[in-house]
């Protein structure tokens, strides 16, 4: 086994449109003693749950920046406007958004409530009491069944993925490689970047780096003293040139490619860089003119960058809800939008299917191309960021929800009640 030597990372430092929809309709109704009040057919209420540990002392949420974004007190705002607080680039919303259907009434939705919570029937008024989810929308085959939001956030605010964002960049891998930009992903990420010559990642195939396997020492526990952290410091903190510049810091092999999975975000920042120097352009232009547009988003979408201009791929994308939700529509219809074939289906394919089972995650999930995937006694496959941030998607059902959240913690019980919320949204959809 080769061990070889890395700089040392940089010491810790501070760090639209309308609605677009087919025809108006009635307000759904709200449950008895809701509190969220509907308007349009959209749920919001300017509270919710933990509002001692989010808000002022008055009910409103402090202003974000850069030293204090990921403290649970200022990550109602940072979480959505993450692209004010930190260098980001714009992917255009298309010249005519597609229309989105909106069911007339909210669907009675009711789900067994995680062990976390004690056993039970809930709805989804339970869940959001209880959950720090700033936007939900539940949709089928292009209608909205479920539109809500809480904590003041409202359907203009653009929302961060965190790691949601390492499928989009595998699903335009994809279409580069279609595209004739890149030749295969058994090459090496040096091959089309050679400032990476002579390092672990310039070594390393692109097919190792889209399922994590890459056996480059790399740890991701969000404590503010990991690789993460360090990553973070290096690209969008500006604690380096960017670009190349970054994936020496991360030097040390461990295994052979290929072998040893480890959720490892460096390997999507390779492949950001890869992709970034395949097609010749900013990753933002090439997004929005291959899918951004085509699937009619109605607000720009943002990406952050680093020192270098590029985007850093591993977080950062930010859009609005409605926007993640023809996303997973996308997603969800086999790559296709309005009869055009917009992902190929064949890497579609290979991205959801399981390339490392849950055994060998360790996660309950399997991994496929910078994507999650249900064990197969429950079907489909997830985009999943850190703090609560999900889409997950039925492609049987040609359903999708989605999820952006302020929870506490990375590792925050919560997600077991997410995972319960979809199983009774399958169940009652």
Known sequence: MRVTTRPAIPRRSALLAAPMLASACGAPWPGRGSPFVYRGGIGSRSDGPMMSQLSTP???FSTANRGNWWQQAYSVDSFSRLDDIWPSTRSAAATTPSPLRRRAGEPDIGFDGA?????GRF????????????????????????????YARHDRHRLTSFSMAKTLVAMLIGLALEGGHIGSIDQTAASIVPELLGSEYGATPLRHLLTMSSGIAFRETYDGRDD????????????????AAVPPFFNTRVAAPGRRWYYASSETFVLALVLRRAIGRPIAEYFAEKLWQPL?????????TDRSGLEIGYMGFNAVLRDYGRLAMLLASGGQHGGRQLLPQGWLAAMTRAHFSGAETARWFGYGYQTWIFPPVEGGFALLGVRGQAIFVDPSRRLAMVHTAVRPDARDPGGADLAALWRGVKRHV
């Open 58 to 60: 008055g009910g409103g």
């Open 115 to 119: 062990p976390v919570h004690g056993l």
């Open 123 to 150: 709805s989804i008024d339970d869940y959001l009491s209880r959950n720090p989810t700033t936007g939900l929308l539940i949709i089928r085959d292009g209608e909205i069944l479920v539109e809500r939001y809480q």
């Open 228 to 243: 993460s952290a360090g990553l973070s410091r290096l690209t969008f903190g500006g604690q380096s040139a960017g670009g």
């Open 296 to 304: 009619g988003a109605e607000a720009d979408a943002s990406w952050l």
